[in-house]
C-alpha cells in the first residue's frame, strides 16, 4: 500500500464550502478555517433552521484522489451527527455515496479517525467529498469544526 498523504491541504489547491458560516464571516469562521492546520481556527456552522436543519461540509481537491481515512476535530458539545459522506467523480457528475466510509463521531474534542472499510480505499477515485450532518450535539443545530483532515493517495 502507497504511503498516505494529506489530501486536503489548502497548498495544493483544495478548497472547501459549508451550507453556512457563523455570522456570515468567512474570515473568522469560514471552512478554510478547518483545512489550515491551525487548531485556532476553525468552521462555525450557523444555527440550523427548523425548516432546513441539514448542514454540510465540501472539499473540492481539483485533482483526482483516494481517500483513505478522515481525520476530524470537533469542539465537544458542537458536535455534527448522523453523518453521510458522499463523493464526486469530475466537475459534471453528480454526487454520489460512499459506501465504503462510515462516520459516526462521538460528541468529544479530541481528534477523530474514520478509516474506509474497503480493502485499498473508497471505491475509484474522487475530486470532491461531502459530509452531510443530519443534527447536531448543539441544542440550536451549531457545528463547530477545528480541523478535517482528508489521507490517501494522489
Not at 32 to 41: P, Q, S, V, Y
Not at 81 to 86: F, K, P, S, T
Request: net charge negative; with cysteine.
Amino acid at each position: 500500500m502507497a504511503d498516505l498523504v494529506r489530501l486536503s491541504c489548502t497548498s495544493k489547491g483544495t478548497t472547501a464550502r459549508a451550507s453556512s458560516t457563523w455570522k456570515h464571516d468567512t474570515r473568522k469562521f469560514g471552512p478554510l478555517n478547518a483545512l489550515n492546520n491551525n487548531t485556532e481556527d476553525a468552521w462555525k456552522s450557523a444555527q440550523s433552521e427548523e425548516s432546513d436543519p441539514l448542514a454540510y461540509f465540501e472539499i473540492d481537491f481539483h485533482r483526482p484522489v483516494q481517500v483513505n481515512e478522515l481525520r476530524i476535530q470537533f469542539q465537544g458539545g458542537f458536535v455534527g451527527m448522523d453523518c453521510i459522506v458522499y463523493q464526486k467523480s469530475g466537475e459534471t457528475s453528480d454526487w454520489e455515496e460512499c459506501e465504503d466510509l462510515f462516520i459516526d463521531p462521538i460528541d468529544s474534542n479530541e481528534l477523530q479517525k474514520f478509516e474506509s472499510d474497503a480493502d485499498d480505499a473508497m471505491s475509484g477515485k474522487c475530486s470532491s467529498l461531502r459530509i452531510e450532518f443530519g443534527r447536531s450535539t448543539d441544542f440550536y443545530g451549531r457545528i463547530v469544526i477545528y480541523s478535517l483532515e482528508v489521507w490517501g493517495t494522489e
